[in-house]
């Protein structure tokens, strides 16, 4: 794992990203250096990026070799730039999520290198999923809703609790040493065995079930992919503790959402925090609004004055890594056969 900082404006130290896959292989040969296009609308912030690692920014052509893709909505305006200049051997992606993308790495990432933004974003993401695991744990959703003084007394500490972390990447990182003053017990869940730095014990995705009766917190920061849609259902939330706290940062695709309301209904476990839900956004009248276990944030972990230089940043290292030629200092590189 690497770190750098990033000034956000916000305080002296800004937000760094916390890099998880530096020197790892290209799943391509290296792209052909040349002209980068920034699209749909090109910011300033993204142009000096470029420019500062002695790249090139120009209009789309036949010339263009690099692609930053600023539109994380848009997987049709990608497509069609793509379809359009297929000199185009290298594209930056705005999120650390690229399953809006995934039809296009699939039919793209034998010939383009696609790179995201995973990592990048991971203190201010990891920050608010410690916010929602605080916020359940205390009982904010309930205390933010209520209109008269409570007499009884509600809310457990996460002072040595057991807690299961979904994901191993930047922000699954991050919030593990967030975690690290409480002194919990932390249990990983991740496609592979290999152990994670900070975290008790790392099990593969197939052991989900046997570590979640012990759970107090499940926090969910894995990769959206057909592998992992509806990861959380029916079975899992019968499998938690009536007191677990449930907490998802990542896509709400994820998590079943009847299953989770029935969850919170019943009683199956005592809270959720979501900044992502399924569908989104999530619509008005939809029962997780009024069910009092529920604290929804509208996939605003972190905010467009927090990213903005995260992102500006990742595209200075990435074009620096494609006008070497070599293959080398990419990060956030998207494997097309795993989709993330």
Do not use: C
């Not at 007191?243 to 299953?259: E, M, P």
């Amino acid at each position: 794992m690497s770190t750098s900082v990033v000034g956000n404006g916000a305080g002296a130290r800004g937000h760094r990203a916390v890099v998880t896959d530096a020197g790892a292989a290209l799943p391509i040969a290296p792209p052909t250096a040349g002209p980068v296009a920034i699209l749909p609308t090109a910011a300033e912030l993204h142009v000096q990026a470029v420019t500062d690692a002695g790249g090139t920014v120009a209009p789309l052509d036949a010339d263009t070799r690099g692609l930053v893709w600023l539109d994380p909505r848009d997987p049709s305006g990608l497509a069609e730039a793509l379809d359009s200049t297929p000199g185009v051997g290298w594209v930056q992606l705005p999120f650390a999520g690229v399953d809006a993308f995934a039809d296009l790495i699939a039919a793209h990432g034998d010939r383009v290198l696609f790179t995201s933004a995973k990592g990048a974003y991971a203190e201010p993401v990891a920050e608010h999923a410690l916010a929602l695991t605080l916020g359940t744990l205390r009982v904010l959703q309930k205390r933010a809703r209520a209109r008269s003084w409570a007499t009884e007394p509600e809310g457990v500490s996460l002072y040595g609790r057991n807690v299961v972390v979904i994901g191993a990447g930047g922000i699954a990182l991050e919030y593990i040493r967030l975690l690290a003053p409480f002194e919990v017990s932390v249990t990983v869940v991740r496609r592979s065995a290999s152990p994670v730095e900070g975290a008790d014990r790392t099990v593969t995705t197939d052991q989900l079930d046997e570590v979640l009766p012990d759970a107090d917190v499940v926090m969910i920061a894995a990769a959206m992919t057909s592998g992992t849609a509806k990861l959380f259902g029916p079975r899992q939330f019968e499998l938690m503790k009536s007191s677990a706290r449930l907490v998802n940062i990542a896509r709400g695709g994820l998590v079943d959402t009847d299953a989770l309301v029935e969850a919170l209904r019943s009683g199956a476990i005592a809270a959720a925090g979501l900044d992502v839900t399924d569908p989104e956004p999530l619509p008005d009248g939809h029962p997780l609004w009024d069910e009092p276990g529920a604290v929804i944030t509208p996939h605003q972990a972190d905010t467009p004055e927090m990213v903005a230089p995260l992102l500006a940043e990742r595209v200075r290292v990435n074009t620096a890594a494609f006008l070497g030629g070599a293959g080398e200092g990419f990060v956030g590189v998207v494997d097309p056969a795993a989709g993330y």
